[in-house]
DNA sequence: TATTGTTATACTCTATAACTATA
DNA sequence: TATAGTTATAGAGTATAACAATA
């Protein structure tokens, strides 16, 4: 084990193996991204999986649940519990689609969309915590980056 | 929902909401690096946590289970979980530390740190076809961005 | 008293297959 | 035949608390 001295100096540092791995820094980044903002959407009652659904729904496009599964990376039966949590809240609405009666267009309510705006200010203060050691350029780099890998092609 | 032309020229590219949100970014990054990285370690029988332990036990620094689970963001109950199979696979040690007689010191095996080298050669090849967007400059300002985010101070 | 490793347990998340209704 | 939504279920991952050994 590293003694106490070099482990503190170690610890939160990147000079272990793994840390050029791109890999592994985005799976630490995003471990630490995904527990603030699930503690910070807490009070409202929302995860970061149900803020997302709840947003997309509040969006102007008429997204089906099987858009919402492709955009989030999630398994279509999640997202149908996702919905109904929601839904039970009033929250959400599931609206008929006359042009395709398999597909449930999912919408936000007016306290639905009341609520994404509030989560979506709280969550501005706990990303500019995430992102404190990066000024506003290297910010829009880092999504421009980002947006490359998450969105292929 | 949208109609299909429109819904297959957005699926795939981010001009929804969300897709300024870094913690989105992040999270979709990572499921796609995670899903790439889980099936590139398959065949050698590891996947991206074991991968974890294995890599640190195979540096030269002398870490605890308690220094592996701050690193890698896990609860130390479940490094024990992670050390026991590969230590049950011939892969890892835990060696007694004489300074301090409560911690174990996690150190790869020789046939360990040859898997380790297999693997992280395999990994290289998966992690160019998920940066394939990337040149070499923004590999290493990604690399760099994101290392200021998973190891705040 | 505090910390390391460990065990047990419950909870959440994820992946899969099958079913229905519609296309 | 193929697709959207749904249900059920099993497996993986995560979080918590408690305990023995050691500091």
Redesign the interface.
Known sequence: ???RQR?DS?????R???????????????????AT?NETLGPLGLK?RSY?VL??A??E????QR?LA????LDPSQVVALVDELQQRGLVDRHA?P??RR?N?VVATENGVALVVQARDT?RAA?DT?????DTT??N???A?????????
Chains 1, 2 share one sequence.
Do not use: C, G, H, W
Not at 145 to 153: E, Y
């Open positions: 084990m590293l003694d482990r170690r610890e939160n540092d990147a272990l193996p793994l840390s050029d791995d791109a890999s592994f820094l985005l799976a630490r980044a995003n471990a630490l991204s995904l903002t970061a997302s947003a997309l509040a969006s496009d008429r997204l089906s858009d492709s955009y989030l990376r689609n042009q395709d597909t267009v969550l990303e995430l992102l404190a050691a990066l290297e910010r780099t880092l999504a980056l980002l947006r490359k890998i998450a969105f292929p092609q």
